[in-house]
C-alpha cells in the first residue's frame, strides 16, 4: 500500500524550498502518494507538480489581508486525502501543517521542514517574525523538523526550536538536468553579443534584500574596472531594469552595458552551464544555495559569502568571503578571473565531483524516503501500543 504524503507549503513561487519540494515529488518513488497545498495560490510551481500526476490544492491566502475562513478548507482536503505523514514546508507552511494533523481523522506524525538560517529576527517582515516566534512556542509538537544546513539548525534551536526534533537534509540536484554544456556557452554569448573572450559572471537568484543584489552589482563594479571584458548576468524573480534599486546600483557602478537583467527565466540549466563564476551574494537567510550547488553541477565554480552553509558546500572548490563586504568579493571574483580558464576548469571538475559525491539528488530523495517511513514506523508501534 503507498505512503501517502500530504505537503503543505506556504506558496508556490519560484524560491529554494518550492524548487526542493517540485524535485523531492519528481523524484519519490512509486512507494509514495503525494498530494500538495499551497496557503497562497499555484504560483509558478504548482502547475509544474500537477504536470507530474500530483494534486496541487490552494487555500487562496493573502500576505496583505489573510482571511483565516479559508484555512477551514485545509481541513476537508486533509481528511479527503487521509495522509499517513504531513509535511510543512517554511514557516507559515509548517504551523499550518500541524493544524492539518490536528484536523486528520487519524493521529500522524507531522514533520517541519525550514530552509533558511536566522541570523537576526529584526531582518524579517514583522508577520513573519511572529509566525517564527510562535514556531519556536510551538516546536514540541512536530514530530521532526528537518533543515537543510546545520547553520540554520543551530541558529533556530539557539532562538527556541527544539533540539531534539534536528533532522538535516541538504539540498540535492539533478546531475544529469544540470552539466557542463559548452554549447550553451556559445549560445549565451551570442544572445547578449558578448565575444569567446568574455568572462561571465552569474547570479541567479529572486530578488529580495537578503541576497543582496546591490552589493553583488557594486562588486560588479569593481571587477569590471579592472577587467574591461568582464560581463555580469542576473537573473530571477523581480530581477529587472524596471525596479528602481537595481536600476541605480547600475548606474551608479557604470554597468548598464555590462549587466544582463533577464528576470525570471525557464532555461536556468542553460543560462548556468553558459557562466565562467557563479556567485551567491547573501547577506542573511541563506540555508543551503540551490543555485550554488546547481552551478556546481554545471562544473562552474563559484565565490559565496559565508552565510548558511555555503561555504560547507563550495569547499576548496571555489572561494569564500564575509557578507556585506563588496570589496572582498570583487577581490574574490578577480582572483578566479586571474587564475585563468585552465584553473577555472580544474575548479569546476573538482565542483561537479563534490555534488555527485554528496548532494546528488537520488541520495538526497531516499533520505526523505527513509526519513518518513521511519517515522511511519515508529507511529505505527505507538498506536499498537496504546500511546495514541
Not at 502547475?47 to 490544492?57: A, K, N
Not at 499517513?84 to 514546508?89: L, N
Not at 529584526?122 to 509566525?131: F, L, P, S
Amino acid at each position: 500500500m503507498r505512503i501517502r504524503i500530504l505537503h503543505v507549503t506556504t506558496d508556490l513561487t519560484i524560491g529554494g524550498a518550492q524548487m526542493m519540494l517540485l524535485k523531492l515529488l519528481a523524484g519519490q518513488t512509486s512507494d509514495f502518494q503525494a498530494a500538495v497545498v499551497s496557503l497562497a495560490d499555484q504560483g509558478a510551481i504548482g502547475p509544474r507538480i500537477s504536470d507530474l500526476g500530483m494534486p496541487v490544492h490552494t487555500l487562496g491566502l493573502r500576505r496583505s489581508a489573510p482571511n483565516p475562513f479559508r484555512t477551514l478548507a485545509l481541513r476537508r482536503m486533509t481528511r479527503d486525502f487521509a495522509p499517513d505523514i504531513i509535511q510543512g514546508w517554511m514557516y507559515h507552511g509548517n504551523l499550518m501543517a500541524s493544524l492539518a494533523g490536528y484536523w486528520s481523522k487519524k493521529k500522524v506524525p507531522v514533520l517541519w521542514n525550514i530552509r533558511q538560517t536566522l541570523y537576526d529576527i529584526r531582518a524579517e517582515r514583522r508577520m513573519t517574525a511572529a509566525v517564527i516566534r510562535l514556531g519556536a512556542r510551538l516546536s514540541e509538537i512536530p514530530a521532526g523538523i528537518i533543515y537543510n544546513s546545520k547553520a540554520s539548525a543551530q541558529q533556530h534551536e539557539a532562538f527556541g526550536f527544539q533540539a531534539a526534533k534536528r533532522v538535516l537534509i541538504p539540498n540535492g540536484f539533478d546531475c544529469e538536468k544540470f552539466r557542463p554544456d559548452p554549447g550553451a556557452l556559445r549560445q549565451i554569448r551570442a544572445e547578449f553579443g558578448i565575444g569567446p573572450d568574455a568572462v561571465l559572471i552569474g547570479l541567479i537568484a529572486r530578488y529580495h534584500p537578503m541576497k543582496d543584489h546591490a552589493g553583488f552589482l557594486r562588486a560588479a563594479g569593481f571587477v569590471a574596472r579592472r577587467y574591461p571584458n568582464a560581463y555580469f548576468l542576473l537573473a530571477g524573480t523581480g530581477v529587472t531594469r524596471k525596479e528602481p534599486i537595481l536600476a541605480d546600483c547600475l548606474a551608479q557602478n557604470a554597468l548598464d552595458n555590462r549587466a544582463f537583467l533577464l528576470e525570471e527565466r525557464s532555461d536556468i540549466p542553460h543560462l548556468t552551464a553558459a557562466l565562467d563564476i557563479a556567485c551567491s551574494a547573501s547577506a542573511w537567510g541563506e540555508g543551503f544555495s540551490n543555485a550554488i550547488g546547481e552551478a556546481m553541477s554545471c562544473a562552474v565554480p563559484c565565490v559565496v559569502t559565508d552565510i548558511g552553509d555555503s561555504s560547507c558546500i563550495v569547499g576548496d572548490t571555489g572561494l569564500t568571503v564575509a557578507p556585506r563586504s563588496p570589496e572582498a568579493f570583487a577581490d574574490a571574483i578577480c582572483n578566479l578571473i586571474g587564475a585563468g580558464s585552465v584553473r577555472r576548469r580544474q575548479l569546476g571538475e573538482q565542483a561537479r565531483k563534490r555534488i555527485e559525491t554528496e548532494f546528488s539528488l537520488r541520495a538526497i530523495v531516499q533520505q526523505y524516503e527513509f526519513l518518513y517511513r521511519s517515522f511511519l514506523t515508529v507511529n505505527t508501534k505507538d498506536q499498537q501500543h496504546g500511546k495514541f
